[in-house]
């Protein structure tokens, strides 16, 4: 694409809308405005011009506001009352301190535009200015009503002390990477760590680049409010029905439910037969053993293949046995575990007090173990006089009870 091109014949630039999704009402809650070309090809994507650090800033803002421009004075004729995601590279938008941005806007505004609709997606991953000076300028919008959306969030950490500081009404995930990565624990497990971020600071997650089911199910299962992709929509030069995909998003969120909801009975029937069988093997035991190192040995006769390691701590989360650990069908105590205190680990003093409470057996979430690396769940038992039995339940056991293991 010849940048100069496209400076010099601006006309055939122009904007096409891709709807995003709201999952609570299955309507479109707005678009997103991208910038198309009319070539001698054909139309084509701007995007490539809009990346290229080569052209100059000016060039680039330019194309910008026409676009944005033309999709605002659409929007206006033809009464759309959704809200618009207007997309600035963090570099750019600094470049004039946003200032023709929102003078654009300021316009706009002064032809019955809301300013509280328009949704400034950002991306500052590759921010090389003061993000200080960002971050200010990211307020001064919020002043005027206008919400702000982060784009390309990932697992860096300075990213993510960012977005806690800035507070954005909305982070946008990527799921081209679960087509890649669906495998990858840490992948699901930055999401899972993501949308606790997101619940914290107040942000909503809308999840783009849906093109299958399995990944609007992802969305879904992982407090996705917003959706956006081919799968659901493609990218045109119109504005469509705000209810044209209600019936099919309404069908497919029942689905999903119901999935879920089997999950849950399996996860809640896993727990209650792992309750009564250890209620008869502890009862039993108990009568027989004093010393608690015995007892674990004692019911791993007992347990099968089921769990992998035992071990037994106090209230307080002190260690009071070694590990113990089955490996090739045979178990066996490991060393250096007495005294360790685990009270560190997120829950465990909340599910200390709920076995205190109910008197009964817990069944964790799945998690990646620490020494293993394999996603498990544990099952915690209180054995009274404040000690409390760890039972962790094997990949290979959970795998064959039909997707407890996720």
Known sequence: MDPLEVIANLNKAFPYFQPVFSADEHTIMGYEILGRYQSDQGIISL?????????????????????????????????????????????????????SLLELLLRFCSKGLDLERIVLEISEKTFRGDFEQLFHLIQYYKTYG????????????????????????????DLQHLRKEAGNTAFHNILYS?????????????????????????????????????????????FLKKEILREKLKTKCQEYIEHEKRHLKAVHGLAQLLQRETNEHINQLKKQMNDLDSLIISLSKFVGDKFF??????????????????????????????????????????????????????????????????????????????????????????????????
């Open 194 to 238: 993501l949308s606790m971020l997101a619940r914290k600071i107040g942000s909503t997650l809308l999840f783009e680049n849906i093109e299958l089911d399995y990944q609007l199910h992802f969305a879904w299962k992982n407090g996705g409010r917003y959706y956006q992709g081919f799968y659901l929509q493609e990218p045109s030069a119109d």
């Open 47 to 99: 995007g490539p011009f809009f990346l290229d650090e080569d052209i100059p800033d000016e060039y680039r803002i330019e194309a910008d506001n026409y676009i944005l421009s033309q999709a605002l004075e659409k929007s206006l004729n033809e009464g759309i009352s959704t809200s618009f995601f207007v997309n600035r590279d963090a570099n750019l938008l600094m470049a004039d301190r946003g200032q």
């Open 309 to 406: 390691r035992l071990y037994i701590c106090d209230g307080n989360g002190f260690q009071l046995t070694e590990n113990l650990i089955r490996k090739d069908s045979r178990w066996a105590a490991l060393d250096g575990f007495k005294g360790k205190n685990w009270s560190w680990r997120p829950y465990f003093l909340e599910n200390i007090m709920r076995m205190q409470n109910k008197n009964a057996g817990l069944l964790s979430d799945s998690y990646s173990d620490i020494e293993t690396g394999e996603m498990i769940r544990t099952f915690s038992y209180p054995l009274g006089e404040n000690h409390y039995l760890f039972m962790d339940l094997a990949y290979d056991f959970l795998y064959d009870q039909d997707g407890i293991h996720y």
């Open 146 to 173: 206008i919400k702000i959306a982060i784009d390309n969030i990932g697992g860096d950490s300075d990213q993510w002390e960012r977005l806690a500081k800035v507070s954005p009404d909305i982070m946008k995930v």
